[in-house]
């Protein structure tokens, strides 16, 4: 191994050979460089989005039009599940871990993060994690098709899984080792290693939102693990956990399940709003309104995400009194959001704001988030959740929250901080039109599901009555072309890290960004080794009102 | 000790990567020795030789490296958190079992023998704990009793908290002599532990007809006290690196992350069992 950390200020010694990457595609497997790992991790996400975006287009197509066209059911409930799992669990989550890990030391002032051997580790895990999940595809029986949730007693029928449930689940517990690394990593970072100028409520939103995400991720992984071990004891040990004949509960495992599933779906969305709320006043031109609030509306929704659960499984049957306290809690939830989005808005009010691509995606979010929690709320209602349940209107609404929320503040986070990662300014025109051709198809996409849902499609199949056709094709043309546009945001990727517009970027690249973030002050592109000495003094002005 | 106030930041690591192989090695061939086929045995020894390894050569690099006095005060920090944060890991799994165990004994088996589920499908079934169902999975068992060797563990455990304090105490005035007895008797006192839950298992699958199949009790019995047992084992391991270290005369009074960090893992544990003793073998 290498010499201790150096301990001088001299900013010119990060290119002394005993510190710089190793040689050759080693480099990329022995990291412990936050920089090499947070883009690692964000490489790994976009293949895995693409690889689920590919299984999305096999729905789409053979929902394109009643009957059967192009896959057997089976297959077409393999793609269903696997679609969700890569999407959740490959493509979203290492997304905001690679973001944390590039983007949580530089905003603190931190020389690298906390644990970096583990940090190499965690990635690795996720990487072994994905390929046993993905060899699913090729056994015999085919990938799972009983739903991303896994649910007893189908999953554990061998015409559902044949031999990839055992395969699924280490997956499961590979990803769930990944991700609780990934958060202690997180955690002691954001606690130990800032710089001494920055107090807790000094730090952006974003490493924020990372902190409770992490509390939240180390809190109910093990959830999950521990509720897949016991499908796998009940297939292979002659347990009865969800067997009711030997005195378990299937029931059980849902309660489980969503008791991890709820936290976990605030896991995809909290550090999506950490991004925007630090996107948004950089194009504003003024400080994030309610700094103080918005941390607290976030510590609110993450404890609020663990008392909430059972609104996921209303038609299961439950006491009456757990129908109406689920109901109320879930309500409770609009609260610390409202408070959210209206601190988004409040940012923008009487901004001088301008609209590159990185803002665009960002208002787009605040708006088509709204959308997604209002029908969540709609569906928060105990008696018309009987009417919208495993329906399109659920599809709807997670995709407003997942497409258009997570998805697009991840490229917004792509548009805002590459120029900054590589040097390189992106082409705006590309971005823009990358932009416009997102937003229109994925309302495309996914806004006429709510209206089939409320029709009465059921999710989860492969055909559906004749009166469904119309509105189905027109969503299966907004997927072809959501999924066809992003073609041209890899395209970008792949062109601004090769040298993009040409245009050499500043060290702040967008205007006054240095007011609002540390890692706006270090040079473009961001050397391999940065704070070796942290920095004597923080910006504020994303938390002045609170001062 | 820690004369270096910087902070150490390793620059390459390669047993992060070994480790994750040998693991996915071990795990696929444990999926593929489920699914009847016959490598799957092969794969799992090879996994878990790369994984012992990766182990033994990691906290061997650590060791080395916190006896050279490469870890500031802030890299203990770090540590102590990331062991902090783990072990709340382990309560949420742990959690899980417990909560599978309170829903079972208090909601689902009782909604069994009662109303409508009483009424069309189990009409014979008086839904008391403990219980293996309305289809008598496993067939007839005894329930384990809490007051023979259950309640000689609980002893055993909460003696090994014991020692395990004193050799601190010892590490902690350099009494070297205390720190290795106390370690010493702590590993004893885990494996005396280990021994005789693997008895009690003994006289369930042998005498009590009590197995991992006999339904919901003998479901949440063994998976409670099996993950707690494994839990055990790697406590005693860790602990006796502990005390292999201490006799080569590593740890300092002022710095000790391993000693404390396995501390605490005992402790966990020991407070997993006291759960264990009064919710599985007592109520």
């Given at each position: 191994m290498s010499a201790v950390a150096e301990h001088d200020?001299?900013?010119?010694?990060?290119?002394?050979h005993d510190h710089g990457p190793a040689k050759g595609l080693l480099r990329w497997v022995i990291t412990t460089n936050h920089k090499d790992i947070g883009t690692l991790y964000l490489l790994f996400a976009l293949a895995m989005f693409f690889v689920g975006g590919s299984m999305a287009m096999v729905i789409r197509a053979e929902l394109f039009e009643p009957g059967l066209q192009f896959v057997d059911p089976a297959f077409f409930n393999s793609m269903t599940t696997m679609h969700a799992l890569v999407m959740v669990f490959g493509a979203v989550m290492p997304a905001f871990v690679g973001l944390a890990n590039w983007q949580i030391p530089l905003m603190i002032g931190a020389a690298d993060m906390a644990l970096p051997r583990m940090n190499n580790m965690s990635f690795w895990m996720l990487v072994a994690g994905v390929l046993l999940l993905a060899s699913t595809l090729f056994m015999e029986g085919g990938a799972p098709n009983g739903g991303w949730t896994l649910y007893p007693p189908l999953v554990l029928q061998p015409i559902t899984v044949g031999k990839a449930l055992p395969f699924a689940i280490f997956s499961v517990h590979l990803l769930g080792i990944s991700s609780i690394m990934g958060a202690i990593n997180i955690i002691a970072t954001i606690l130990n290693m800032r710089a001494p100028a920055m107090r807790l409520m000094d730090m952006p939103l974003f490493v924020w939102t990372w902190l409770i995400t992490a509390f939240l991720l180390i809190a109910v992984m093990p959830v999950f693990a521990g509720a897949v071990t016991m499908l796998l004891t009940d297939k292979f040990f002659h347990t009865s956990f969800f067997n009711a004949a030997g005195g378990?509960?299937?029931?059980l495992y849902e309660h489980i399940f969503w008791f991890f599933g709820h936290p976990e779906v605030y896991i995809m969305i909290l550090p999506t709003f950490g991004v925007a709320s630090t996107i948004i006043p950089v194009f504003a031109r003024?400080?994030?309104?309610?700094y103080a609030s918005m941390v607290w509306a976030t510590a609110s929704i993450a404890f609020l995400s663990f008392i909430v659960w059972a609104h996921h499984m209303f038609t299961v049957g439950m006491p009456i009194a757990g129908e109406l306290y689920f109901m109320y809690a879930t309500m409770i939830i609009a609260v610390p959001t409202g408070v959210k989005v209206f601190n988004w808005t409040a940012t923008m009010w009487k901004g001088a704001m301008t609209f590159e691509t990185p803002m665009l995606f960002s208002i787009a979010f605040v708006v088509l988030f709204t959308m997604g929690g209002f029908t969540g709320l709609m569906m928060s209602i105990a008696p018309s959740d009987f009417q919208y349940h495993d329906t399109y209107f659920i599809v709807a609404h997670f995709h407003y929250t997942l497409v258009p929320a997570s998805i697009f503040i991840l490229m917004a986070a792509g548009y805002f901080w590459l120029p900054k990662w590589t040097g390189h300014m992106y082409n705006e025109k590309i971005g823009q039109l990358h932009f416009w051709l997102s937003v229109i198809s994925v309302n495309i996409l996914f806004f006429p599901q709510h209206f089939l849902g409320l029709a009465g499609m059921p999710r989860r199949i492969p055909d559906y009555a004749i009166q469904f056709a119309d509105w189905n094709m027109i969503s299966s043309i907004g997927g072809f072309i959501f999924g066809a546009s992003q073609l041209l945001f890899l395209y970008i990727v792949y062109d601004t890290i090769k040298g993009g517009t040409g245009e050499k970027v500043t060290d702040e690249v967008w205007e006054d960004a240095s007011k609002h973030g540390l890692e706006w002050t270090l040079p473009s592109p961001v050397p391999y080794h940065t704070w070796t000495t942290p920095p004597s003094a923080v910006p504020t002005e994303h938390v002045l009102d609170t001062h | 000790m820690s004369t270096n106030t910087a902070y150490y930041i390793p620059h390459k690591a390669t047993w992060p990567v070994i480790g994750t192989i040998g693991l996915m090695i071990m795990l696929a061939g444990f999926a593929n020795y489920l699914n009847g086929s016959s490598i799957g045995p092969t794969m799992m020894v090879i996994g878990l030789i790369i994984f012992i390894v990766m182990l033994v050569g990691w906290f061997t690099l650590q060791a080395k490296e916190s006896e050279s006095g490469m870890y500031s005060h802030g890299v203990g920090i770090s540590y102590r958190m990331g062991m902090m944060w783990f072990i709340f890991s382990e309560i949420a799994f742990f959690g899980v079992f417990f909560g599978t165990l309170w829903y079972t004994r208090n909601l689902s088996v009782p909604w069994l023998g009662s109303g409508a589920t009483k009424e069309i499908l189990y009409s014979a079934y008086q839904s008391t704990w403990p219980t293996n169902g309305p289809g008598n999975v496993g067939g007839h068992f005894e329930p384990m009793g809490a007051w023979g060797l259950p309640f000689v563990n609980t002893l055993l455990l909460l003696s090994s908290g014991v020692t395990c304090t004193w050799a601190h105490h010892g590490l902690l005035a350099n009494h070297r002599d205390q720190l290795i007895k106390g370690l010493a008797a702590t590993v004893f006192l885990g494996l005396l532990f280990v021994g005789f839950q693997a008895m009690e298992y003994h006289e369930a699958y042998t005498e009590m007809g009590l197995t991992l199949g006999s339904g919901i009790y003998g479901s949440t019995f063994f998976m409670l006290t099996g993950f707690h047992g494994f839990h055990v084992c790697v406590g005693a391991i860790i602990l006796s690196v502990v005390l292999f270290r201490s006799a080569r005369g590593h740890f300092k009074p002022e710095n000790h992350f391993a000693f404390e960090a396995a501390a605490w893992y005992w402790h966990f544990v020991d407070v997993v069992w006291l759960g264990l003793f009064i919710f599985v073998y007592l109520m």
């Open positions: 200020d001299h900013h010119d010694h990060h290119d002394d378990g509960d299937p029931v003024k400080p994030l309104f309610g | -």
